[in-house]
């Protein structure tokens, strides 16, 4: 059987293509310090490609790595790390995508993080408690893409229930409060840096659905340069396209309202009764919805 790697990633989900690359930088880096171990090599290598992945407080050190504010968003030293965000961006990212596209995920990943280091580094830069630690500290993980995941999509089906622990079914915007409330309330502890990235990727996540419910999309920038790469990736087709008599404005016009008060309608079912309320037709429509978004 002939498999491709290449192939493989190309045709997942945008959820298991950001799984992917995770775990793999995940394993790769614990390659490389068990390497170190075996040949019994300088240990400061391992923490010297950490400190060329891992995002610094110190604004001088992200300025001459500025990589580092993509890179940090993918590397886990510890297993549960690694462990509990990829299930929250399995649970989270699934449901997301069910209402909006799998590009739209990955640039909330991708801003959410960026939001993240820039909270991070600003409040590090800022407040007088930290003063001390600024040339020491470096954070790393998805954790802020991931909560900016959790955030929006508890902002945008504030009453859509999982059920927690297998079997207590909760609302999505009391997990988002309570996420976001531990992270305020551990800003004091031993990981302040992560729970202030937290916070600002529970931030953008906030924002890009409460702007995107008023018609602005704050993501459309980054999602036209990542459709621009992917262009790239793509073959071309050889097939002849048969263009359609063009829409006049006023028709255009007349099918954008329709659509999106159906779109409007749906939502608003989901958010009183829930997903599963909604009939087969409903659900292939917003999925159809979701895909031209």
Request: no cysteine.
């Amino acid at each position: 059987m002939d498999f491709s790697i290449k192939k493989f990633f190309r045709n997942a989900q945008t959820v298991e293509q950001l799984l992917i690359v995770n775990i793999l930088v995940f394993v790769l880096i614990k390659l490389f310090e068990t390497a170190l171990f075996l040949f019994k090599l300088d240990n400061s290598n391992y923490f010297t490609l950490l400190g060329n992945m891992a995002v610094s407080a110190n604004i001088g050190v992200v300025l001459h790595k500025p990589w580092t504010l993509l890179s940090y968003m993918f590397v886990h030293e510890d297993f549960f790390h690694i462990l509990f965000n990829m299930l929250w961006l399995v649970s989270f990212g699934r449901i997301f995508t069910e209402y909006m596209n799998g590009r739209k995920l990955l640039s909330t990943y991708l801003l959410g993080g960026f939001a993240g280091a820039l909270v991070y580094i600003l409040a590090f830069n800022l407040f007088p408690a930290f003063a001390s630690m600024i040339h020491s500290s470096y954070a790393i993980g998805a954790s802020a893409g991931v909560l900016a995941i959790v955030v929006a999509t508890a902002t945008l089906l504030p009453e859509y229930r999982i059920n927690l622990f297998l079997f207590v079914p909760v609302a999505l915007k009391w997990i988002a409060v309570a996420s976001v409330v531990i992270d305020l309330l551990s800003i004091n502890g031993t990981n302040s840096g992560g729970h202030l990235a937290h916070l600002g990727g529970a931030l953008y996540g906030f924002l890009f659905i409460t702007q995107y419910k008023k018609g602005r999309d704050i993501s459309k920038g980054l999602n036209t340069l990542i459709d621009k790469i992917a262009s790239l990736f793509r073959k071309k087709s050889k097939l002849k396209v048969a263009f359609k008599r063009p829409l006049t404005d006023e028709q255009f016009q007349d099918q954008k309202k329709n659509r999106e008060q159906q779109i409007n309608r749906i939502l608003d079912k989901i958010s009183k009764s829930g997903y599963d309320s909604l009939t087969r037709e409903e659900k292939d429509t917003l999925f159809k919805a979701s895909k031209d978004i």
